[in-house]
């Protein structure tokens, strides 16, 4: 029995989680869960899961959350919030298995704390390894504890890299998909409205990640975090535009074999395998190998792709460099979703926030947590001169 | 130090493994040769290797071997013959790792005698497999030695199978080229000529494995040798046509995920990869992933290539089925290129011989190569009289 807490359990990484928990009850426990805004679905899942403790983002939240509980007859589940409250899920003295899928800067804390406390981690949060990627290496590494990754083109490498040493490994390849603009001329970049921009070609997800697979920002994210979880430097990643997304990556060793890793696309598989690794289960999301057919690949353009190009330097650099990247991103990307500036704007606003950071490492996760606060001031003001600039002009 | 004997090393797989030995002088020392029938080239290989021992097939060449050794000077090296003598090679005190690339069932009591003695086998002769896999991979078994498969199907499956345990294997997949007929209406069958059939789209190889990859009896081979290296069942093992050969092969996990290989189409690699086993060495053989473009897989169609569905019953069939399968194959292709039948009559007469065949284990090398002896003393009168009632009905 694996007995698992999960860090934004009412997201789509926390749901799939819990999916997986409810295929195979006799296999996981669920101990503590954190949800975050929704409070009927926190209030759901503590009544379904039954968890030692359920955090919920808001202190206003919990005592509603507390009083429910308590009418529905379950008093028992301690009801705790903020970001003491994940914290208090991501070290729970009963989990084994912390699964760190909230959003955003805001789950570095508790993840970083889960992984101190010694905790399995099964990791979805792009920003734990982006932004503070060498801390939790380094704690993971220092406790002897896998870092399972949890998303499709990082679980697939995990995979692959099963066939060989570390040290045979001579690249590992993400494949991308491309995003929906892969055939579009740069010259029309600037009319491209926020509907074209989240009409992702393979994968369903969230708004921002959907604008970061159009931008390639996200593989460039991926190049990050694989550098940070399999522990090579930036030169040893590379991408490969896959439109299919069938292969979710591959390993090239030093013999000259590349592993390559595919199965259905559905984030339950990664979450699976995280989570009963290094065993592998019976489940029956089947890819029907028979009805392969055809598979694309080209190399990706980093001059029509500015941004895939930004987080190879940003890895290069290193420090605060790759936290700008994210925070950078995450501004412009929403300034982008609520009409402020253009889709071809995206990269040189990044670039400048990523030029203005520091180098050198961070000590902390308080350190990465200033930086990248700084990163997104910088960012505002920038977007806001550009808008001001316009308005001048007009 | 890695001390090898290579059993067939005048051959297309000897002379491979000899160059990869070539190119690692401080990882492999060869110990003792097994040539076939060509004397020059076991001298020149004599002087270049001095092994402890070589082996040449025909008594009559053992003297002349001798004699030019000792007038260039390497009267040290031991010269030996026929089947005794590939044995000697086989079994050498010395030496650590036997390659076993001898084509047909000549090389299958060496092998076996290797296997007994403890050495670890890197295997390339089909019909150690076919013929008497269960009888090799139950000495390996006891022994404790793994068993390296030196094709690159089966050695992809190898690697693929690294990424989890065997019993979290679903299935084998094994991609097959489709051969130079896979396009072609079986109505036109009749009337393919041996150039046509010998025109093999992505591998350049001997005569009868060309025709074997052009009627799909070599993929039908390919099958029983997975379900003995594997100690799979014949249903755990499927075919996918892949007309590229990029992928060399592939393994589907219980929990749905998909490995799969690919690597140059160079015999050096499954080779090196064999040899070095567990480790993986640095090799100027690349695959440059950048230039991949289009990979097409199809299901392979089993009315159109009868040997593949004969490969599969002879296999469930277990026995000396498949012993008859290959010889009465050998037989049949070798009557098709010497121009006697036609290439739709190959299946029809290897599927008589195997019916004629018995089940029930077969206990010995010598049960094998009785078998085999009287599948091919069959299928000879089965062509004879197929001949003959073609000439009585003109």
Redesign the interface.
């Given at each position: 029995m694996k007995r698992i807490s999960i860090l934004g359990s009412t997201g789509s990484i926390g749901l799939s989680t819990l999916s997986v928990a409810e295929s195979f009850p006799e296999r996981f426990q669920v101990i503590a869960l954190a949800a975050g805004k929704n409070l009927e679905t926190a209030f759901e899942q503590a009544r379904r899961w039954k968890p030692r403790v359920i955090s919920i983002a808001a202190e206003a939240h919990a005592e509603t959350l507390s009083d429910r509980l308590k009418q529905a007859g379950l008093s028992e589940i301690e009801v705790v919030y903020g970001t003491a409250g994940t914290i208090r899920v991501a070290t729970h003295p009963e989990a084994d298995f912390v699964v760190s899928a909230i959003v955003g800067v805001g789950g570095l804390e508790a993840t970083y704390a889960a992984v101190k406390a010694g905790k399995t981690l099964g990791i979805a949060n792009k920003e734990c390894l982006v932004a503070a990627g060498e801390l939790i290496t380094a704690e993971a590494r220092k406790h002897g504890k896998p870092l399972l990754p949890i998303d499709s083109e990082h679980n697939a490498v995990h995979?692959?890299l099963?066939?060989?040493?570390m040290n045979?490994v001579e690249?590992v390849?993400l494949t991308a998909s491309g995003g929906p603009f892969l055939d579009t001329p740069s010259s029309q970049f600037h009319l491209i409205t926020v509907a074209q921009a989240l009409n992702h070609p393979t994968w369903k997800m969230g708004k921002r990640i959907t604008i970061d697979s159009a931008t390639l920002m996200n593989k460039g994210f991926e190049v990050i975090e694989a550098c940070r979880l399999f522990e090579l430097p930036p030169a040893s990643i590379?991408v490969?535009v896959h439109p299919q997304s069938t292969?979710h990556s591959?390993v090239?060793?030093?013999?000259?074999?590349?592993?390559?890793?595919?199965?259905?696309t559905d984030m339950r598989?990664p979450i699976?395998?995280a989570l009963?690794y290094p065993?592998?289960?019976?489940?029956?999301?089947?890819?029907h190998?028979?009805d392969?057919?055809?598979?694309?690949?080209?190399?990706p353009d980093m001059d029509k792709f500015p941004c895939l190009r930004l987080a190879y330097e940003a890895a290069e650099a290193g420090g605060a460099k790759t936290v700008a990247l994210n925070a950078a991103d995450e501004v412009a990307v929403a300034a982008f979703l609520e009409g402020s500036i253009h889709f071809d704007e995206i990269p040189g606003i990044i670039e400048d926030a990523v030029r203005a950071s520091n180098t050198g490492a961070l000590q902390s996760i308080a350190e990465v947590l200033e930086a990248d606060a700084e990163a997104r001031r910088y960012t505002r003001k920038r977007i806001s001169k550009t808008l001001e600039s316009r308005t001048t002009s007009v």
């Open positions: 995979q692959c099963r066939g060989g040493r045979e690249r390849w590379s490969l292969i591959m090239e060793f030093v013999d000259g074999s590349i592993l390559a890793q595919f199965s259905l598989l699976l395998y009963t065993e592998r289960i019976q489940s029956d999301m089947r890819f190998v028979n392969l057919r055809h598979l694309d690949f080209r190399p």
